[in-house]
């Protein structure tokens, strides 16, 4: 079992900045990768991010490369997703997942590699 509680979302204006955090407890933290996903209104969730287990290998989705990084602190038990020169585009309800299965790499950015989600936080920006 693993719990996953996501925080630092909020309100921000274009082109700002946020960073969200991710706590983990349960399993031992630095035994799976963690994505981070988002979900729009009227939309299914997307992937953002993926990170390995020991923070060396990262993966983007196309809309964030260079503006968003994720990064991760095992002694923390916690997943970081930084996200810089925000758009419009990306409000949505970001939620943090682990992939306690360790799928194949390739596959992380499937929603159905991953076995445990937080509840989520919102971004929500403004123009």
């Known amino acids: 079992q693993v719990q996953l509680v996501e925080s630092g979302g909020g309100l921000v204006q274009a082109g700002g900045s946020l960073r969200l955090a991710c706590a983990a407890s349960?399993?031992?933290?630095?035994?799976?990768?963690m994505g981070w996903f988002h979900q729009a209104p009227g939309k299914e969730r997307e992937f953002v991010a993926a990170?390995?287990?020991?923070?060396?290998?990262?993966q983007y989705a196309d809309s964030v490369k260079g503006r968003f990084s994720i990064a991760r602190d095992n002694a923390k038990n916690t997943v970081y997703l930084q996200m810089n020169s925000l758009k419009l585009e990306d409000t949505a309800v970001y939620y943090c997942?682990?992939?306690?299965?360790?799928?194949?790499?390739?596959?992380?950015?499937?929603?159905?590699?991953?076995?445990?989600w937080g509840l989520g936080t919102q971004v929500t920006v403004s123009s």
């Open positions: 349960g399993r031992t933290f630095s035994t799976y990768p």
């Open positions: 997942a682990a992939d306690t299965t360790v799928s194949t790499w390739e596959s992380t950015w499937r929603s159905t590699s991953y076995e445990y």
């Open positions: 990170i390995s287990r020991n923070g060396g290998s990262t």
